[in-house]
């Protein structure tokens, strides 16, 4: 997929698209800094288009609990240089922000999509850049930053709770001028919620999507998965050893009718999406060669 695909409105393929992610920050829970040189990080968002990604969502602020808030300038340093050069090779781009100024400079350097984890609760002039570019908008359910965020998961009814909370966030874009053809949803699965909460949003995911607008779902590798699959002894899965169990969940999401799925393994993600296409496809459908 490339960035003229985004032009009229969110692509709607008949299956989920894969967002591939690529951290340019020291300190993602995810790969450990792995990427966060310019150069790297160019190398693996181009590699990852190759494995079949139809977005690549660039992100320079980690968003683990506890993690620290970096300089805007340096988040700006991170991700402008890397979505420039991908953009330039024809790649679908996503800003993952909270800050309006990086937003607004990711869309200069070719961005296509905000992928906005606070859902403009952070900043809200996020919204009104998206609305004056035109841009596709990622509202995420969020209730506070990393360092507290885990103080604020309680919830009478999980699902019940980031769906109207959620409804509110889309209100306000809508109010701040996004196209709400342009909207997606993601119910934040980890951002203030125990791996309870996790389970219980991805088992009534069809309940979000009942909304009528395109749902994201990032479980790609968290916490959550590492408590599932832990050892014997009660210690969890090492984060790059859950990508089996990521690629089962991009299983059932896609069988629950999502539009995307964010994800670090980009190949299994694709395999996965493809058959559950396939399977859920016309009866007697003529097989390609």
Avoid at 161 to 167: A, F, H, N, T
């Amino acid at each position: 997929m490339t960035r003229t695909d985004w032009q009229h409105g969110l692509p709607q393929p008949h299956r989920p698209l894969v967002m591939g992610i690529v951290n340019v920050t020291p300190d993602s829970f995810s790969d450990g800094g792995r990427f966060e040189t310019t150069d790297r990080a160019i190398a693996h968002g181009l590699a990852l288009r190759d494995e079949g990604a139809d977005v690549l969502d660039v992100g320079g602020e980690s968003t683990r609990p506890g993690a620290t808030r970096p300089l805007v300038a340096e988040e700006l340093d991170r991700v402008v240089p890397v979505i420039a050069a991908l953009a330039a090779e024809g790649v679908a781009v996503s800003v993952d922000t909270m800050r309006h100024e990086v937003a607004l400079a990711a869309l200069d350097a070719g961005a296509v999509l905000v992928n906005d984890v606070s859902g403009g609760l952070a900043d809200p002039d996020v919204l009104r850049v998206v609305a004056e570019r035109g841009a596709a908008y990622v509202a995420m359910h969020w209730r506070a930053h990393s360092t507290e965020m885990q103080r604020h998961a309680t919830y009478a009814d999980v699902l019940v709770e980031v769906r109207d909370e959620l409804s509110a966030r889309v209100d306000a874009a809508v109010a701040a001028g996004v196209d709400p053809d342009r909207l997606v949803l993601d119910p934040g699965l980890g951002f203030a919620k125990t791996a309870a909460h996790n389970w219980e949003l991805l088992a009534r995911l069809p309940e979000l999507v009942a909304l009528g607008l395109p749902v994201l779902v990032g479980s790609s590798r968290k916490s959550f998965l590492g408590t599932l699959l832990a050892a014997p002894d009660g210690t969890p899965r090492p984060v790059e050893d859950r990508e089996d169990a990521g690629v089962a969940l991009t299983t059932i999401a896609a069988i629950q009718g999502v539009w995307g799925v964010r994800v670090h393994q980009v190949r299994g993600s694709c395999d996965a999406v493809r058959v559950v296409e396939r399977w859920s496809g016309p009866a007697g459908r003529v097989e390609g060669p």
